[in-house]
C-alpha cells in the first residue's frame, strides 16, 4: 500500500521542479554556459576509452535484476559501503570513469531525493549514495557519470498509465541530479522506447528530456541505451551510440563510424547474485584483446559492469580480474578522430502512423511499412515502376525543418524531396548518391504533405522509414 506522504508527495511534484529550476548550480561545467560543441564532447567520450558501469540498488539484495516494485526500503542495508574501494578498483584496471544506476526499473533512488520516499534515506544506511560515490571517484581523478531508468514500476510510470506527474517526477529527479553532484559528464538513459519498456519518446517527450539535460549541464551527454532499433548509419534519440552485448547487440569493427559505446557485465548478470563471489568472472585476457582494444581502434567506448555485493563491496574475484586487465593492456598509442556525425534526431516524428500513397508497390511490401516506426519493414517499390514516388499526408498543415529518409537497400542514386503548400507541390531539395540514411535540415516550412520522387536506381527502391520532424533550434 503506497503511504500517505507519497501520495502528497506526487501532488506537489510540479511545484518542486519548479523550485529545483531556480537552485544555483555548483558543478563544474557552469564555467560554459553554451558547452562545447557536440562533436568534441563526443570525441572526449572516445578519448575515455574504458570505464566502470556499477549496478548497484535494490536488485542486489532480492537476488533478482527484477524485483516486486514494492520491495521494502529496509533491504538496502550495507554495513562496509566504500566507494573508494570501487574507485581504486577501476583505476586498477585502467578505467577512466564510473557511472552509477541512481535508479533502476523498480523505482528505488538511492540519493537523497525530495520527489518520493522511496529512497536510501528511508533504508537502513540513510546515506545518500549518489554523493559518496561522486566524491570517491573524483577524489582517484577519475570522471563521473550517471544511470538513471525512465521505467518506475514502483511509481507507475509505465505503459497504459504515464500522467503528467510522472513527466514532471523524472525532470524533478533529473534536475537534483544535475545540480547536486559536481560536473556530470553523461547521463545514460534506460527502459525508454524499448520493446520490453514500451515507453516511447512520445509517451515521455524526449526532446523535453534532452533539452533539460543540456541546460542544466550543458557539457552532459545524453545517451539512450535502448536506440537499438535504429540503424547503426545515424544517431536516433543519443549523443552516443549504444551496444549491450548480452542483448546480442554488435559493433561493427568494420564499418562503424559513429561515436559508440559497448557494455558488458563482469559477472553473469548486471546486480549482484549470491553466487558471484564462486562462480568465474569474464576472462580478463578476452576482455581487453576482444573488446577494449579493438572497440577502441572503431570510436567506440567499453564499459564493464562490476557489482558491489550486499556489503556495498567489490567481490575478490572481480577485484582481481580487474588489476589483471590493468596489468595486460598498455595505452599504447591514440584512438581514432572522429570524422563528420550529423546531430542527433531528438524530435517526435510527425509522420509516424500518418497516411501515406506511393506509386505501384509489392503487395507485401507497401506504402504504410515506410512509416511505422519499424526499421526492419520497408515499402518496396514494383520493378516495373520506372519513376517511383512515394508521399505522407498529414490531416493538416504541419511545421517541420528535418526530414530523414531511410533506405531498406541501399539502390537509389537519386531521389528529389518536394512538399505541398497551397495546392502546389514545391521543391525542397534534390539528392545524388544519397547515403543509406540521409538526414535533412532546413528552414521551417508548413506543408501538408511530403513527397520523395526517385529519378535514379540500380533495384528497385525501398524504404524503411521517413521521418518528418519539427526539430526545436
Not at 38 to 58: A, S, V, W
Not at 333 to 350: H, R
Amino acid at each position: 500500500m503506497r503511504s500517505t506522504a507519497k501520495t502528497n508527495m506526487q501532488k506537489s511534484l510540479s511545484v518542486l521542479f519548479l523550485l529545483l529550476l531556480t537552485l544555483p548550480f555548483t558543478g563544474h561545467s557552469q564555467t560554459s554556459k553554451k558547452g562545447k560543441p557536440l562533436p568534441e564532447l563526443q570525441q572526449q567520450f572516445i578519448d575515455l576509452r574504458f570505464g566502470m558501469f556499477i549496478h548497484y540498488n535494490i536488485p542486489t539484495y532480492v537476488n533478482q535484476d527484477w524485483p516486486d516494485p514494492d520491495t521494502s526500503p529496509s533491504v538496502f542495508n550495507p554495513t562496509k559501503l566504500d566507494c573508494n574501494q570501487w574507485a581504486k578498483a577501476a583505476k586498477s584496471a585502467g578505467m577512466t570513469y564510473g557511472c552509477l544506476t541512481t535508479k533502476h526499473h523498480s523505482g528505488f533512488c538511492i540519493w537523497d531525493t525530495k520527489t518520493t520516499d522511496y529512497n536510501v534515506m528511508n533504508s537502513p544506511l540513510k546515506k545518500d549514495v549518489v554523493k559518496e560515490y561522486a566524491e570517491s571517484f573524483r577524489a582517484n581523478g577519475l570522471k563521473v557519470m550517471l544511470y538513471y531508468s525512465i521505467l518506475d514500476t514502483h511509481h507507475k510510470l509505465r505503459p497504459g498509465y504515464i500522467e503528467k506527474k510522472h513527466i514532471d517526477m523524472i525532470k524533478a529527479q533529473l534536475t537534483e541530479l544535475l545540480t547536486q553532484y559536481g560536473e556530470i559528464s553523461a547521463l545514460i538513459i534506460d527502459g525508454w522506447d524499448a520493446p520490453w519498456s514500451r515507453i516511447s519518446y512520445d509517451d515521455v517527450p524526449f526532446e523535453e528530456i534532452y533539452n533539460l539535460v543540456k541546460t542544466l549541464q550543458p557539457n552532459c551527454l545524453l545517451m539512450d541505451l535502448n536506440a537499438a532499433k535504429y540503424p547503426k548509419e545515424t544517431l536516433f534519440y543519443t549523443d552516443i551510440k549504444s551496444y549491450e552485448q548480452g542483448a546480442g547487440q554488435k559493433i561493427s569493427k568494420e564499418t562503424n563510424k559513429l561515436p559508440a559505446l559497448s557494455c558488458l557485465p563482469i559477472n553473469s548478470a548486471w546486480f549482484w547474485k549470491t553466487t558471484f563471489p564462486t562462480d568465474p568472472v569474464k576472462n580478463p585476457n578476452e576482455l581487453v584483446n576482444n573488446n577494449l582494444i579493438p572497440f577502441n581502434q572503431v570510436f567506440c567506448n567499453f564499459i564493464l559492469n562490476v557489482a558491489p555485493n550486499r556489503d556495498g563491496l567489490i567481490d575478490d574475484n572481480a577485484l582481481k580480474a580487474l588489476k589483471e586487465m590493468g596489468d595486460l593492456w598498455k595505452k599504447g598509442g591514440s584512438v581514432p578522430k572522429l570524422g563528420p556525425v550529423d546531430a542527433p534526431v531528438i524530435s517526435s516524428n510527425i509522420a509516424k502512423h500518418q497516411q501515406t500513397n506511393s506509386s505501384w508497390s509489392n503487395d507485401m511490401d507497401i506504402m504504410d511499412f515506410a512509416n511505422d516506426d519499424n526499421f526492419s519493414t520497408s515499402w518496396v517499390s514494383n520493378k516495373e515502376v520506372k519513376n517511383p514516388w512515394f508521399e505522407i499526408s498529414f490531416d493538416k498543415d504541419k511545421a517541420f525543418n528535418m526530414i530523414t529518409i531511410a533506405q531498406g537497400e541501399a539502390s537509389i542514386k537519386k531521389y528529389r524531396v518536394e512538399y505541398f503548400e497551397n495546392g502546389n507541390w514545391k521543391p525542397l531539395q534534390t539528392i545524388i548518391n544519397p547515403e543509406k540514411i540521409k538526414t535533412l535540415r532546413f528552414d521551417r516550412i508548413w506543408a501538408g504533405k511530403v513527397r520523395i520522387s526517385i529519378d535514379e536506381f540500380t533495384a528497385p527502391p525501398t524504404l524503411a522509414e521517413v521521418g518528418v520532424y519539427n526539430e526545436r533550434r
